[in-house]
């Protein structure tokens, strides 16, 4: 080959080779002038593009969109219920308009002075009396309510003892003849007054019944001549006995008493019991 064709195809390669590098420069000036007028705009990526768009984005870009795309279209995770018992406790519960159900009970002195009107009529009574007639005060049980008796101890025997119910509303009394005879079956309704004088006593049996205190039995013994008693042949006081208005002898007598009256089985409340004074009983009911 001569010099001459040499020389020419040389200057054709040179000139392609020159084209491809102008080429080159050209798209990477070209590219960092797109990239430099993008990053001065600031313009974020924009969340939905058409379909002809994306086709004419970067690669990279494309990535990215369909990323965004597939995290908005997913549902959140649930969130766990296992809370630790610190997280339970640091959310304050939401308040509730709701009024509280009918088996829902309250307790305030409101309620509670509602709920035992039987306490305030037992104060009530309590203050009128004059603490100089009474020995002492103390609650007892006679009938099976949960509503306590009020016992009230004579100071003397002429002033006698005093029972107390509470019913309908109202507080309900006996006086009792004499003093510290009275004495109780608790929670079986039924209280007996024994005493007596100058040769004469009685039992008499007592129970309450529709609110009230009720004498249900009376039984009386005593000498039919004080002045003249009689004498056994042991030298022992003859007494006459009734139950009920009926004669009965000794051994009937203690027979009907005790088939009404478990005198073994009973309380006395004078003897048995501590006795309040005023103020204390006032104290008792008021914190009950």
């Given at each position: ?184 079956l608790e929670k079986q309704n039924v209280f007996c007054n024994s005493n007596g004088n100058m040769g004469r006593f009685y039992d008499v049996i007592y129970s309450i019944q529709q609110g009230q205190i009720v004498q249900t039995h009376e039984g009386v013994y005593g000498m039919e001549d004080n002045a ?61």
């Amino acid at each position: 080959m001569s010099d001459k064709n040499k020389g020419k195809k040389l200057s054709i390669s040179s000139f392609i080779i020159l084209i491809a590098v102008g080429v080159m420069i050209l798209g990477v000036v070209g590219y960092a002038i797109w990239q430099f007028t993008h990053e001065e705009k600031n313009e974020p990526m924009p969340l939905s593009f058409t379909t002809s768009e994306i086709s004419s984005l970067p690669e990279e870009s494309v990535i990215q969109v369909e990323s965004v795309v597939s995290s908005e279209n997913s549902e959140p995770a649930p969130v766990s219920s296992n809370l630790t018992s610190s997280q339970s406790s640091s959310s304050a519960p939401a308040a509730s308009s709701a009024p509280p159900s009918e088996g829902t009970q309250q307790t305030s002195p409101a309620s509670s002075a509602v709920s035992k009107p039987w306490k305030q009529a037992y104060i009530n009574y309590i203050r009128a009396t004059n603490a100089g007639d009474w020995m002492g005060y103390q609650l007892i049980y006679i009938n099976n309510d949960d509503i306590p008796e009020l016992y009230l101890n004579g100071a003397a025997e002429a002033q006698g003892d005093l029972v107390c119910t509470f019913a309908n509303g109202t507080v309900v009394s006996e006086q009792l003849s004499r003093v510290n005879g009275m004495a109780y079956l608790e929670k079986q309704n039924v209280f007996c007054n024994s005493n007596g004088n100058m040769g004469r006593f009685y039992d008499v049996i007592y129970s309450i019944q529709q609110g009230q205190i009720v004498q249900t039995h009376e039984g009386v013994y005593g000498m039919e001549d004080n002045a003249n008693p009689e004498l056994d042949e042991n030298g022992e006081v003859v007494y006459q006995y009734s139950w009920d208005g009926q004669e009965v002898s000794e051994t009937e007598y203690k027979q009907k008493l005790n088939a009404v009256f478990n005198q073994q089985k009973a309380i006395h409340p004078s003897l048995d019991l501590y006795l309040y004074s005023k103020e204390e009983i006032l104290a008792e009911l008021e914190s009950m």
